[in-house]
């Protein structure tokens, strides 16, 4: 079946350094990405959606230029979190759309601890 | 995309039927609906889908109420693994998958 591998699984950072955060589909190819932040007990919550090739569409509210995204290769899409503050800290998790049909598969997520 | 409503938290015993309910009264007739799960720190798993139809697999069951203005997601013999939180999705194909609260189903031994 369709995998979506997300790399680092946690990862701890100092406040102002930035973190990259990588998203793969290992035997699809994705036209498209999605990112989700998700914080304690609360439901994921879509950030932004990604398209090869193209730039990447952000959700209201979120910051652009502090989350950037890079979607270079039908199979890899890349989420730095620039400057990352401790209220950064938080679940971040991938999704891809297979290139047919409409299945979405997600990443295993991860766990961003800004200190 | 439709609006769902699912409770809050539920409860099942091991080896029992959970049934999962969800509300989406306002689903348009394009709209399908889609079962993922999320146990704990992971990311969410695809359970099932379905348009007007009942449907089943090796996971579930989803029975999809004739006007489609409600669903129930049926695990037939739950497992403590099973324990998780349960999104019930409608949305229209190719469009977002977005999340709401959930259920959060906790099957006890």
């Known amino acids: 079946g369709a995998v979506v591998s997300q790399h680092p699984s946690r990862v701890i950072c100092k406040s102002g350094t930035s973190v990259k955060i990588e998203c793969r589909s290992l035997d699809f190819q994705a036209t498209t990405m999605f990112w989700y932040r998700q914080f304690p007990k609360q439901s994921l919550m879509l950030m932004a959606t990604s398209n090869e090739g193209s730039k990447a569409t952000y959700e209201q509210g979120v910051e652009k230029d502090k989350f950037l995204i890079n979607h270079a290769s039908l199979t890899l899409s890349t989420l730095t979190v620039t400057s990352a503050h401790p209220e950064d800290s938080s679940f971040y998790i991938c999704s891809a759309r297979m290139w047919t049909g409409d299945g979405y598969t997600f990443g295993s997520g991860t766990r961003l601890t800004v200190v | 995309d439709a609006k769902t409503t699912q409770p809050p938290s539920m409860d099942c015993a091991e080896g029992r039927a959970a049934n999962l309910p969800c509300n989406h009264s306002t689903i348009s007739g394009n709209e399908y609906v889609y079962w993922y799960r999320q146990i704990h720190s992971q990311g969410p798993q695809y359970i099932i889908h379905?348009?007007?139809n009942n449907e089943t697999n090796e996971m579930a069951s989803l029975i999809i109420t004739e006007d489609r203005k409600s669903s129930t997601l049926i695990l037939p013999h739950a497992t403590l693994r099973d324990t998780a939180v349960y999104y019930c999705?409608?949305?229209?194909?190719?469009?977002?998958?977005?999340f709401g609260a959930g259920t959060r189903l906790t099957v006890k031994p």
């Open positions: 379905g348009l007007k």
């Open positions: 999705i409608v949305r229209v194909t190719n469009n977002d998958m977005r």
